[in-house]
């Protein structure tokens, strides 16, 4: 296959980004990825990757270090700003209405998350726009979309909703402000420069991993039939598979009427009807005990990510693949059985 041009993954060795580098290796990209320590035993699933050792070229940056982001930049057209810390208690209280138990210091949370988050984009942006890249896409969040409390309840939420910063602060989900703070100026500075930027908002990312550590939103899924919640909120929650995030991502730079920001979320579901689902599938894990119903629902939209042409595998084949790569991981073991 021909050479289609160089691009930047940055967070290769994450859970999204990995199975990026692997689509975008598949199509004859050569693949510059930023991972944080190149010794680090956690990437060396990168190096198996079909195409790798020609086309996959890794360099050591970090967000908050400018000269190292643009060494990996440096060469490329397009990039794909994947890399942001997703810190757990967080991913749970988005996906799951889980409260969160934080009594976290601001300070601590800003240079935690906000930090690389909103200064790590504008470095990632600035050094496209001083090299020769052409097209960014930035992997926001539905964090960025659905903590907006004055949205109208029978309104579908699309992409012209966006989360309130404050109700994000006094909320304290500092990764939902995080993720609309970096979004948003991603697309001012876009707006700004007239460098190509385009958002994708995934909702909570399942599916098989290719690392080795977990990741935060495979641990949502793990923790959901493994730990035998007290009780959960039965109030619509939004997935979508890592592979199909792979391809929207892929989906939106190569196509040049891609625009903005896309909602990316496949399948609407309370978790009531998931539980019932996993268990017919996998009777015998530890599954949440209690559900209470909430009246306040919402759905999410991917339909103009849908009309650019893209398409989501089945939920029951994101399940067995997820649960087949955790087995394989041993992160689930007879000890998580009942
Ligand atoms: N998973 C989801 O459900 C979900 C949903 C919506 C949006 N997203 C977004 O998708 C992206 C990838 O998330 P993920 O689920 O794949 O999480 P992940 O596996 O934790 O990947 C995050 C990546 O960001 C890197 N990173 C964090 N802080 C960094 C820093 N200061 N400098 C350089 N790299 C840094 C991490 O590097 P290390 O490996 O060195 O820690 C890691 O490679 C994130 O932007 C996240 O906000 C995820």
Redesign the pocket.
């Known amino acids: 296959m021909a050479e289609k041009g160089k691009v930047c993954v940055?967070?290769?060795?994450?859970?999204?980004?990995?199975w990026l580098v692997k689509l975008l290796l598949s199509k004859g990209y050569v693949v510059h990825g930023?991972?944080?320590?190149l010794g680090?035993k956690?990437?060396a699933h990168l190096k198996t990757l079909d195409k790798a050792s020609e086309n996959l070229k890794l360099f050591k940056?970090?967000?908050?270090?400018y000269n190292s982001l643009r060494a990996a930049i440096e060469g490329c057209i397009g990039v794909f700003?994947?890399?942001?810390?997703?810190p757990y208690e967080h991913?749970l209280s988005v996906?799951l209405g889980t409260s969160m138990d934080l009594e976290e210091e601001v300070e601590k949370m800003e240079v935690e998350i906000i930090e690389?988050?909103v200064k790590?984009t504008q470095n990632v942006l600035q050094a496209c726009l001083e090299t020769t890249v052409k097209r960014v896409v930035f992997?926001?969040?539905?964090?960025a979309v659905l903590m907006n409390p004055n949205w109208p309840r029978d309104h579908v939420m699309d992409e012209a909703c966006w989360s309130d910063k404050e109700y994000c602060s006094e909320t304290k989900n500092w990764?939902c402000l995080a993720?609309t703070a970096a979004e948003s100026k991603a697309l001012e500075y876009a707006k700004e420069t007239k460098l190509e930027v385009v958002t994708v908002?995934?909702?909570?990312?399942?599916g098989p991993m290719l690392?080795s550590?977990t990741?935060?939103?495979?641990l949502?899924l793990i923790k959901v039939f493994t730990d035998g919640l007290d009780k959960l909120e039965n109030i619509f929650r939004y997935l979508?598979d890592?592979r199909d995030?792979a391809d929207a991502l892929l989906l939106t730079y190569e196509n040049p009427k891609a625009d903005g920001r896309y909602i990316c979320s496949s399948h609407t579901i309370r978790p009531r009807d998931l539980v019932e689902k996993l268990k017919k599938m996998y009777p015998h894990y530890n599954y949440p005990k209690k559900f209470s119903e909430v009246e306040n629902e919402q759905k999410l939209s991917s339909e103009k990510l849908q009309k650019l042409g893209w398409s989501y595998r089945p939920l029951e084949q994101t399940l067995i693949d997820s649960v087949q790569s955790y087995q394989d991981a041993g992160v689930i073991n007879n000890a998580t059985l009942r």
Do not use: E, F
């Open positions: 940055t967070g290769a060795g994450g859970y999204v980004a990995s930023t991972i944080r320590n680090d956690k990437y940056a970090d967000l908050l270090d700003h994947v890399a942001c810390p997703v991913m996906a690389p988050a790590g992997v926001s969040s539905d964090g990764y993720k908002c995934p909702s909570l990312v399942i690392q550590t990741n935060a939103s495979s949502v979508v890592v995030v």
